[in-house]
């Protein structure tokens, strides 16, 4: 008989040694990720260690000190890496990681000031917004930016009202949501879409949630791991964007948490350490964080819990002001 339970299969000691080994090889900062990435990267890796207990595996001084010299003089935000100009991708993760560590006011105030009016700079007239000054829309930026003024608690009406409208446009006939209005369906949009209207207080205002709940609850396969779209492989991260916002909508027993605790628990290295996206194929921080994300939301693993909206530890978002003010 196995006396295991799924429990104690997550291997927190050989994922801890993983994110450690990435983040303290003198090569990461230069080399080891795609420079448009790192800050990313940092926030996977140091929100994993946290959800499973091991906050103290860096020292807080070094980690806020290098997001420190990410902060972009000229325009405010945060790059990707020190000297790189700010994206919004790469400012929300250096909140979220300050958040973490309770140090967002190692932030001057100039800096704070700064950061605010950079996101704000990127609302377009329709309430979308650009990553950056170059002007890619999609919804991700919505949700980076609402989440960011969220942190910084300075979300208002008249960000959230545009912001609430363009996020509902995106929403298609078969309840999910687009990068942008009419485009294609897809489980990563559908978290950011209604994590925006989550932090907006404005759930409420989504067109035929059931149609959303049975697309989401579509994406599980017959492995047990969830894909992002109709007809495509099942994938590690998928039970974070697909679960995150069946937390959301109250509706988790739509899935098989056992078999899809298995699959993650399947992508794991047990040499190595760190998670894939799906058994057998090479790991990397971006699904170890999101694999331990999904088996947090089912209460798997002994993790820390996990918030669906925010992506960060309950206990650290329970100290966010929730809007409206
Ligand atoms: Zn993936």
Redesign the pocket.
Known sequence: MNEHNDDELLLVEKHTNYIKDLFRKPVYLEHWMADHLKMNALYWGICALFLMHQEDAFKKEDVVSFIIKCYDNKYGGFGSAPRHEAHILSTLSALQVLKLYDSLDALSKEQKDKTISFIKSLQLSDGSFEGDRFGEVDTRFVYTAIQSLAILEELDKSIVDPAVDFILKCQNFDGCFGMVPGAESHAAQAFTCLGTLAICNSLNKIKNPEALEWWLSDRQTASGGLNGRPEKLP????SWWVLSCLSILKKLDYIDAESLVKFILRAQNSETGGIA?RPGNECDV??TF?GMAGLSLMKKGDLLLIDPIYGLPTNVTKTIKKYPY
């Open positions: 994938d590690v991260c998928y996206d971006y699904h999101f």
